[in-house]
T-cell receptor, first 117, second 111 residues
Framework: GAVVSQHPSWVICKSGTSVKIECRSL??????MFWYRQFPKQSLMLMAT?????????EQGVEKDKFLINHASLTLSTLTVTSAHPEDSSFYICSARDRRLANYEQYFGPGTRLTVT | GESVGLHLPTLSVQEGDNSIINCAYSNSASDYFIWYKQESGKGPQFIID?????DKRQGQRVTVLLNKTVKHLSLQIAATQPGDSAVYFC??????????FGGGTRLMVKP
């Protein structure tokens, strides 16, 4: 159980275009989903916390107008990178927390590799 | 395992040996800790967790030790196998808030 999927697994886009990444919890309902980005040989950096039905909370330094997050249901959150630039190229990972559980564990998706040319 | 610049610290061990990966955490209020394993091009995979009211927890071939006095966490892997080769991250959280990840340590297992 506790499977989180992401789509697409990788995407190449041209500078100036927008890209949408989906994060789904497949066998549980996620009250909260998290979006991270990871540069090569670095750790995961939290971008934003997404609660179903409410606005996402962004970490300091993350532009909310550039990284649009929508958490429309308990099983789906989307991250849209708007007007992407080469410096946005990164590995984007989502995670979800199971609302039934009292623990703090997050289940991670497989990640999405974004390359902006 | 704290990162130094863009270079992950690397631990190289012989297959069959035990591995110890260390992590210094930052928040004395953190009450829950997790070790994750991340293989290349994949998302983090849960290995083992521990709450702050414990100082040791054992899983299958893995043990996590927590020393709250010096804010130190370690992951011990017994009889390390080639499939254990990956980057390992510790993560901490306080009262169910966001996870804060450590810098990561790359484990390389030599056959």
């Amino acid at each position: 159980g506790a499977v989180v999927s992401q789509h697409p697994s990788w995407v190449i886009c041209k500078s100036g275009t927008s890209v949408k990444i989906e994060c789904r919890s497949l066998d549980f309902q996620a009250t909260t989903m998290f979006w991270y980005r990871q540069f090569p040989k670095q750790s995961l950096m939290l971008m934003a916390t997404s609660n179903e039905g409410s606005k996402a909370t962004y970490e300091q330094g993350v532009e909310k107008d550039k990284f649009l997050i929508n958490h429309a249901s308990l099983t789906l959150s989307t991250l849209t990178v708007t007007s992407a630039h080469p410096e946005d190229s990164s590995f984007y990972i989502c995670s979800a927390r199971d609302r039934r559980l009292a623990n703090y564990e997050q289940y991670f998706g497989p990640g999405t590799r974004l390359t902006v040319t | 395992g704290e990162s130094v610049g863009l270079h992950l610290p690397t631990l190289s061990v012989q297959e069959g040996d035990n591995s110890i990966i260390n992590c210094a955490y930052s928040n004395s209020a953190s009450d829950y800790f997790i070790w994750y394993k991340q293989e290349s091009g994949k998302g983090p995979q849960f290995i083992i967790d521990i709450r702050s009211n414990m100082d040791k927890r054992q899983g299958q071939r893995v043990t996590v030790l927590l020393n709250k006095t010096v804010k130190h966490l370690s992951l011990q892997i017994a009889a390390t196998q080639p499939g254990d080769s990956a980057v390992y991250f510790c993560a901490e959280t306080s009262a169910g808030n966001m996870l804060t990840f450590g810098g990561g340590t790359r484990l390389m297992v030599k056959p």
